[in-house]
Nanobody
Framework: QVQLVESGGGVVQTGGSLRLSCALSGSVRSILAMGWYRQVAGKQRDLVAVLTTLGSIDYADSVKGRFTISRDNAKNRLYLQMNSLKPEDTAVYYC??????????????WGQGTQVTVSS
């Protein structure tokens, strides 16, 4: 099992920046892919950014050029640097991980989520 705990959410003005952090613990060695997803109330949860241990990275078109996903293996942490934030980025952001090296399917492990609110 893998446990994930997000932090770093909050309220920011349009054009501002936030960095989300996800602390991973448990069977971390079994993780082959990690990512960030977001969900607005009443809508489906959408992929924001994902990376695999094989070096693949992908972003949602809506965040390309503004968000950067990264990891610190020594600290067992996953990050999402979010710049040039827009009101439409407002959502609950979830950290997720999986024992498969890909994306496009439901990941096995999820954090509890952290709220990001971008005010106009």
């Amino acid at each position: 099992q893998v446990q994930l705990v997000e932090s770093g959410g909050g309220v920011v003005q349009t054009g501002g920046s936030l960095r989300l952090s996800c602390a991973l613990s448990g069977s971390v060695r079994s993780i082959l892919a990690m990512g960030w997803y977001r969900q607005v109330a009443g809508k489906q949860r959408d992929l924001v950014a994902v990376l695999t241990t094989l070096g693949s990275i992908d972003y949602a078109d809506s965040v390309k050029g503004r968000f950067t996903i990264s990891r610190d293996n020594a600290k067992n942490r996953l990050y999402l640097q979010m710049n040039s934030l827009k009101p439409e980025d407002t959502a609950v952001y979830y950290c997720a991980a999986d024992h498969r090296a890909g994306w496009g399917y439901e990941y096995a492990w999820w954090g509890q989520g952290t709220q990001v609110t971008v005010s106009s």
